[in-house]
């Protein structure tokens, strides 16, 4: 499934025969084609276990099945989105970041404290965005969602990447994170909203990041 940016806030998806794609409900702008849509209660390729997990993790976003053959336009509430593709690897993001995904992927819950312990439950505390997070894995596309625009950002052994925590958007290879407390000149002047922590991701990967601290 090919996606392609048309401009900073819409990606055009080619629907084939036999194939199909997930998005989020509400997205579709515009299609061509015989293209079907479809409400999606099994959660993508993760099936009935990962329906329940986004459930017990309060991110039941709702997603819609297309199918058929055309091309379809997606973008939603004005935000800024940016594709990732996925060569055989994880990818760990937000659900709600979620605008649209190749069904060849497969879709998972994970709970955070794995990834971070208690730094990690504490990680989604300060998020605001719960205790678990989405995973797609496989070979495919993704179309996540962001304010003011999106930059990736290689994490390698040598050096670890330090990101707000409010402006963390997904990462995928094998990297580790936690969460640390780094007071600094942004807490002096009063913009004490969020960056006395700081999500430290080590390892070798990529983080994406958007050039915002305003959440979805």
Do not use: C
């Amino acid at each position: 499934m090919a996606f392609r940016e048309v401009n900073s806030k819409v990606v055009e998806a080619t629907v084939l025969p036999g194939q199909r794609l997930f998005s989020q409900r509400g997205a579709m702008l515009a299609y061509k084609g015989e293209v079907s849509f479809t409400p999606n209660i099994q959660g993508g390729q993760g099936g009935v276990m990962s329906m329940i997990g986004r459930r017990l993790a309060n991110e039941a976003t709702p997603l819609m099945t297309v199918e058929g053959s055309g091309t379809v336009l997606f973008g939603h509430g004005g935000h800024h989105v940016h594709v990732i593709g996925l060569t055989g690897d994880t990818l760990y993001v937000e659900a709600d970041r979620l605008l649209a995904f190749d069904g060849t992927l497969q879709q998972g819950t994970m709970f955070l404290g794995s990834q971070g312990g208690v730094m990690g439950m504490v990680r989604g505390q300060v998020t605001g965005q719960g205790l678990f997070t989405t995973t797609l894995k496989g070979h495919g596309a993704v179309a996540v969602m962001a304010h003011g625009g999106v930059f990736e950002v290689p994490i390698t052994p040598q050096r670890a990447v330090h990101v707000d925590p409010q402006a963390y958007v997904a990462h995928h290879g094998d990297v580790r994170n936690k969460l640390s407390t780094a007071l600094g000149w942004r807490d002096m002047v009063g913009r004490g909203s969020g960056e006395a922590f700081q999500l430290e991701l080590s390892g070798s990967g990529s983080v994406y990041v958007q050039a915002s601290e305003e959440k979805l």
